[in-house]
T-cell receptor, first 116, second 111 residues
Framework: GAVVSQHPSWVICKSGTSVKIECRSLDFQATTMFWYRQFPKQSLMLMATSNEGSKATYEQGVEKDKFLINHASLTLSTLTVTSAHPEDSSFYIC????????????FGPGTRLTVL | QKEVEQNSGPLSVPEGAIASLNCTYSDRGSQSFFWYRQYSGKSPELIMFIYSNGDKEDGRFTAQLNKASQYVSLLIRDSQPSDSATYLCAAVPGGYQKVTFGIGTKLQVIP
């Protein structure tokens, strides 16, 4: 149980284009999903907290107009990187907290984004 | 000040030995603590979580929590080469869902 998927696993795009990453909880409902970014040899950095049916809460220094988050249902959250630049190249990981719990997060497999 | 601190390592132990991974946290209100394992290029996977002072054992893994010292540790008994990975310590500040991660300790188990 507690499986989280992400799509796509890998994406390469040209600078200036937008990329959408999906995060799905497959066997549980998640009122809260989190989006992280991880650069090589660095720890996970929380970008934003996504709650179903409401606006995402962004961490300090994360541009909400650049990283658009939509938590449309209890099993799906999307992150759209708009006007991507090479410095946005990173490993993007989502996690989800099962409904009714606040103590555990289950991670998706991550999406490797490379912006040329 | 970093909220969760770990030594980045690498920590090298011989196969079969006990690996001891340590973590300190700054928020005294933190309630829940987690250990995740992350292989290179992969997403973190949950190993254990602990809420109460003392030890919690699960197979070869033992998590230890000392809230007075604001200290969490993970012991891996009978270490195997497949345990070689980066181990992330994480804490949930009191009253919030947001999880704060340490930088992770790289463990190398030498055959």
């Amino acid at each position: 149980g507690a499986v989280v998927s992400q799509h796509p696993s890998w994406v390469i795009c040209k600078s200036g284009t937008s990329v959408k990453i999906e995060c799905r909880s497959l066997d549980f409902q998640a009122t809260t999903m989190f989006w992280y970014r991880q650069f090589p040899k660095q720890s996970l950095m929380l970008m934003a907290t996504s709650n179903e049916g409401s606006k995402a809460t962004y961490e300090q220094g994360v541009e909400k107009d650049k990283f658009l988050i939509n938590h449309a249902s209890l099993t799906l959250s999307t992150l759209t990187v708009t006007s991507a630049h090479p410095e946005d190249s990173s490993f993007y990981i989502c996690s989800a907290t099962p409904q009714g719990r606040t103590d555990t997060q289950y991670f998706g497999p991550g999406t490797r984004l490379t912006v040329l | 000040q970093k909220e969760v601190e770990q030594n980045s390592g690498p920590l090298s132990v011989p196969e079969g030995a006990i690996a001891s991974l340590n973590c300190t946290y700054s928020d005294r209100g933190s309630q829940s603590f987690f250990w995740y394992r992350q292989y290179s290029g992969k997403s973190p996977e949950l190993i254990m979580f602990i809420y109460s002072n003392g030890d919690k054992e699960d197979g070869r893994f033992t998590a230890q929590l000392n809230k007075a010292s604001q200290y969490v540790s993970l012991l891996i008994r009978d270490s195997q080469p497949s345990d070689s990975a980066t181990y992330l310590c994480a804490a949930v500040p009191g009253g919030y869902q947001k999880v704060t991660f340490g930088i992770g300790t790289k463990l190398q188990v030498i055959p």
